[in-house]
C-alpha cells in the first residue's frame, strides 16, 4: 500500500499565475477528501468526493478554486489566479466509506503552497 | 460557536506525567469521533478512534467520550518527549460523510 501520493510537495508561484495540486488515493478508497491547513484557520475541509462525484464544495473558499475527480485514481485540485492568502499547506485525504466511520482518513504528505 | 473547539496550547507536561487533551463539539447527533496527531511539518495521524460512551485504551492512550456532555478527551500516560506534538480532535458529521477537525492543541513533554 503506497499510501496517499500528492505532488508537488512544495510549490512556489507568483501572484496571478495558475496552480495545480495532485492527489492518488489510495487504491480501493471510494472518498477522496482536499483539506488546506493553515495557522490561522486550521484544517479545513475545501470538498469532498464520493466514488468521483463531488459531495460537498461549501468549504471551497471562492470561484478561482476548483476540483475535479475525472477517475478513481486521480484529483486535482485548481487555483486561478493564485493569491498571496492562498498559501497554505494542502491535504489531499482518502478512505473506504465504509470503514471511514471506524478509521477515519489517510492523510497524504501535503503541497506547501506559497504564493509571493 | 466552532463546530470542534480545542484549547490551542501549548500544554507543557514533564516527561512521565499524564498529559490530558481535551475537545468539545457541537453536533450532537455525531457518532465517531477521532484522535490525530501531528508531527510539525508532517500530515496528520490517526492514532485514536471511538463511538460509544466510556473509555478505550490502546497502550500508553485512553479516549474518553462523553456524548451527553459532548465532550471527548485523549489521556496520555508515561509521556515522552517524542509525544510532543499537535493533536487534531476530529468529529464525523452525523448528516454526512465528511470530518471536522479542531483547530488542535500543541503539547510539549519537557524532560
Known amino acids: 500500500d503506497a499510501g496517499v501520493i500528492q505532488s508537488p510537495r512544495h510549490e512556489v508561484t507568483e501572484m496571478g499565475q495558475e496552480v495545480t495540486l495532485r492527489c492518488k488515493p489510495i487504491?480501493?478508497?471510494?472518498?477522496l477528501f482536499w483539506y488546506r491547513q493553515t495557522m490561522m484557520r486550521g484544517l479545513e475541509l475545501l470538498i469532498y468526493f464520493n466514488n468521483n462525484v463531488p459531495i460537498d464544495d461549501s468549504g471551497m473558499p471562492e470561484d478561482r478554486f476548483s476540483a475535479k475527480m475525472p477517475n478513481a485514481s486521480f484529483s486535482t485540485l485548481k487555483i486561478q489566479p493564485s493569491e498571496p492568502r492562498d498559501s497554505a499547506v494542502y491535504f489531499c485525504a482518502s478512505s473506504l466509506d465504509r470503514r471511514a466511520v471506524l478509521w477515519g482518513y489517510t492523510f497524504g504528505s501535503g503541497t506547501r503552497l506559497t504564493v509571493v | 460557536q466552532k463546530e470542534v473547539e480545542q484549547n490551542s496550547g501549548p500544554l507543557s507536561v514533564p516527561e512521565g506525567a499524564i498529559a490530558s487533551l481535551n475537545c468539545t463539539y457541537s453536533?450532537?447527533?455525531?457518532?465517531?469521533f477521532f484522535w490525530y496527531r501531528q508531527y510539525s511539518g508532517k500530515s496528520p495521524e490517526l492514532i485514536m478512534s471511538?463511538?460509544?460512551?466510556g473509555d478505550k485504551e490502546d497502550g500508553r492512550f485512553t479516549a474518553q467520550l462523553n456524548k451527553a456532555s459532548q465532550y471527548v478527551s485523549l489521556l496520555i500516560r508515561d509521556s515522552q518527549p517524542s509525544d510532543s506534538a499537535t493533536y487534531l480532535c476530529?468529529?464525523?458529521?452525523?448528516?454526512?460523510?465528511?470530518?471536522?477537525f479542531g483547530s488542535g492543541t500543541r503539547l510539549s513533554i519537557r524532560p
Open positions: 487504491s480501493g478508497h471510494n472518498s
Open positions: 476530529a468529529v464525523r458529521a452525523s448528516s454526512a460523510s465528511k470530518i471536522i
Open positions: 453536533d450532537r447527533g455525531s457518532q465517531s
Open positions: 471511538i463511538y460509544s460512551n
